[in-house]
């Protein structure tokens, strides 16, 4: 059976006092207090969901910058996940910030534009106190994921143009509107990435829930994805637990809705696309 990875998880410790709260913009998000995992607990719904491996990613709008759970979490269970690290890109350490996390075990950056907790999309995606951290993720090879909507795309598309061989990982797509349906006019911006080799598509619970909205159906849009970026640039994510229900049903809505694909693309939307962007996933 094929290895199946799950890209977009979150932790939270049930420990405040060892893990400080310091959410991005001030407000801590509502699922988080909700209905907070921790990486124990994460592990269990995985073994549950049958999900070989796992990558945490920062939650930005719990810890802010301070990614020491998620260390400790890939510390604990290096067989089973990766993690992907937040640092302030515009601070005159930035670089120092990363290859800290780095080192301690990350194999990613991830970089919290815009969210519920705040809204809007944050203008400063191609400030250029942000370029030495791309040059660095560039040259180093950290694939960057980027929590943003369709109006950051014109930025990201200034940031590809300097940057050309980085690897960004889009979540959730970028939010494009899918609700117009075929030909998906509206998503426009999200296709004009097609051609940029280096950008990777997040494909997530809310992708899900958008590809079924109004006109669009899974079978109209994700066959249209998968022609125009390959499966080689596509991976799953769940977005657990910030995603409602239990972890497994986040699975086997995903594979519900991709079942028109071949068996190959979805082999690698499962797991394969995972393993070329977090090499220590392959061990």
């Given at each position: ?24 913009g001030?407000?801590q ?10 990486f ?9 969901a ?41 601070a ?45 993720a ?46 998906y ?25 958008e ?6 159906t899974?079978?109209a ?29 986040l ?14 693309a ?6 394969g ?11």
């Open positions: 059976m094929s290895v199946v990875i799950d890209t977009h998880t979150h932790a939270i410790s049930p420990d405040p006092q060892r893990y400080p709260l310091a959410p991005v001030g407000h998000s509502e699922w988080s207090v909700q209905r907070p995992v921790s124990e607990g994460l592990l269990a719904a995985m073994d549950e049958c999900i070989d491996r796992a990558v945490v990613v920062q939650a930005s709008t719990v810890y802010g910058n301070d990614n020491s759970y998620v260390v400790d979490a890939v510390r604990a269970h290096r067989d089973r996940f990766a993690g992907v690290c937040s640092v302030d890109v515009l005159s350490d930035a670089v120092a910030q990363l290859e800290r996390w780095l080192d301690a075990g990350l194999g990613g950056l991830r970089l919290f534009t815009t969210g519920s907790t705040m809204p809007g999309q944050a203008g400063w995606l191609d400030d250029e106190r942000s370029f030495p951290v791309w040059e660095y560039q040259q180093h090879d950290v694939p960057i994921c980027l929590q943003m909507t369709a109006l950051g795309i014109p930025a990201l598309l200034k940031m590809l143009a300097r940057f050309p061989a980085v690897r960004v990982l889009l979540d959730h797509l970028a939010r494009p509107e899918l609700a117009g349906g075929p030909p006019e509206a998503a426009a911006p999200l296709f004009s990435l097609a051609a940029h080799p280096g950008v990777f598509l997040k494909l997530t619970n809310r992708t899900i829930a590809s079924s909205r109004g006109a669009s899974p079978a849009f994700f066959p249209r994805v998968l022609d125009a970026f390959g499966a080689g640039r596509i991976a799953w994510g769940s977005n657990f637990p910030a995603a409602e229900g239990a972890l497994s049903q699975l086997a809505d995903a594979r519900e809705s991709l079942a028109m694909l071949p068996a190959d979805r082999e690698a939307i499962f797991g696309t995972a393993r070329g962007l977090y090499p220590s996933l392959v061990a």
